[in-house]
C-alpha cells in the first residue's frame, strides 16, 4: 500500500481522483482503438471459426479430470497474481490522484478541519455545562431597599 500522507484527505478520494484521470485519459484514445479492433474482429471471426472446428475434433479424446485439475491450480495461481496487480494499481491510483488533485486542496483541507475543531470544542464545554446547571435551581437576588434621601 501507500505510505500515509500528513494530509486528512483519505487515500480512496486521490484513487478515485487517479481513476478518473486515468478514465480520461484512456476514452480519448477510443475511437482509434475501436477502428483497430473491427478490423481485427474479421479476421478474427475467420480464424475462430477453423479452430472450433479442431478443437471439436480434440475434445472427443480428452481427460477432463486433468484439465480440472490444472484450471484449478492455474485459477489460484491467477487469483494471487490479481490480488498483488489490484493493490499495485491501487498504489499508483493514490498516487495520481495525490498529483491531480495538488497540494492546495490539502492546505484548504486542513484549514477547514482547524476551523471545526476550533468551533466544535465550545459546544462540547456548553453541553457538559449545562445539566450542571439545569441541577441547580437559580433563585433571584433580594431587591436591597435604596437608601433615603435626608430632606
Known sequence: MTEQTKTRIPTPLYAAAGAGDLAYQQLRKLPAVLTQLSDRAVASLRTANEQATELQHKAVNTDFDALRTNATTAATAFAQVAQERAVAAYTALVARGEKVVGTGIVESAE????????????????????????????????????????E
Open 111 to 150: 484549514v477547514v478541519n482547524a476551523d471545526i475543531e476550533a468551533t466544535e470544542q465550545p459546544k462540547a464545554v456548553e453541553a457538559a455545562a449545562a445539566p450542571a446547571e439545569a441541577a441547580k435551581p437559580r433563585r433571584r437576588p433580594k431587591a436591597t431597599p435604596a437608601p433615603k434621601s435626608a
